[in-house]
């Protein structure tokens, strides 16, 4: 059942600004008028629930260890309980669909796809799909077509994750033993696979042309992945590409701020301060003006820290950087009934005490999926 509240006197962020506007709470949406008991919030920020656009932090919940455990449902709901205590109202979880094989190949990705459809009515954050196609992956492109269609997944990501100058050069790409044990294959066999995929190249451009038009006429929205150079973004732009995720370089992030792409940055990017990759930094790329959205990536605390993270830096106050986090990848994903506060939203929203910058509640759509602390009393009292 969702929550008939009113939240008072807290330090409420809507979309005129910081002020101690009253939250109405009522069947699932924020209303304009009373509605319920009214809860005290006093000493508390109110914010909007934030959207991530791009997440692989469930990994560690569905695969713990390799070939150790597949109750794959059960590590669902326990990384919708972790997003709900970071303050992540609405994630999408990002599965490659790869040659890369193990816990990124195809096998991999649909027993992704069916434990989220199978939970996702039960948990308390409204998880979404998004597909990373490995661009080389030509053989399989109809498989992750038909689970597009099947799962009803809204977002793809184009990944190359060749590396195409050390197989042009005819050497041994570096990490080729791991890699192999992680896909389940000999050394001798990845690297077969590799060679036959580069070998591939020129077949790539007309089939992701097809299979891109596509996507368009079904309404998917889609991104290009680790943009490095102008030509990358604009050939993306070209097929129809509305995002562009993590560009490496102020070129390739500039290319798709004047194509109209939504430049989607890592958030841990920011809390290190730096890329892990040795790319161009994300503040970097904020000071400049080139980010729509902020996405946990790899670890579901950052985005809320990266946010605090760009304020004392001096780049952005908070409400401007929590515009990264909610209203612009809603933007991105055409989710227009959320990433506000205001009447006729649904109604996604947490509570953070400033002091230690932890979210003490969550709510999804009316109804709570994370409380605790100061707050949860206050919600409990009579």
Known sequence: MSLERTLVRAHVLTPDGWGETPIHLSDGLIVPDASGRSIDLSGYLVLPGIVDPHGDGFERHMAPRRGALREA???VVAAATELAANGIT?????????WEGGMRGPDFAEHVFESVTSVRDSVGVD???QLRLETH???DFARAEAAIDR?????VVFNDHLPHQRLSEGRKPPRLTGQALKSGRSPETHLALMQDLHQRSAEVPAALDALTARLNEKGIVFGSHDDS?????????MRGATVSEFPETLEAAQAARDDGGHIVLGAPNVVRGA????NIAASELVAHGLCDALASDYHYPSPLRAAFR??????????????????GPARLLGLSDRGVLEPGKRADLIVVDPQTRRVEATIVAGRIAHLTGTVAERFLQG
Do not use: K, N, P
């Open 127 to 129: 998880l979404r799909l």
């Open 73 to 75: 449902e059960h590590g």
């Open 310 to 327: 760009l304020e004392e830096l001096g780049l952005c106050d908070l409400s401007v950087a929590w515009g990264m986090l909610s209203s």
């Open 229 to 237: 150079t102008l030509a990358d973004r604009q050939e993306w732009a």
């Open 275 to 278: 890329s892990h990759a040795g």
């Open 137 to 139: 992956l030509l053989d």
């Open 90 to 98: 609405t994630a999408i979880l990002a599965q490659f669909f790869s």
């Open 151 to 155: 799962f009803g997944i809204g977002y």
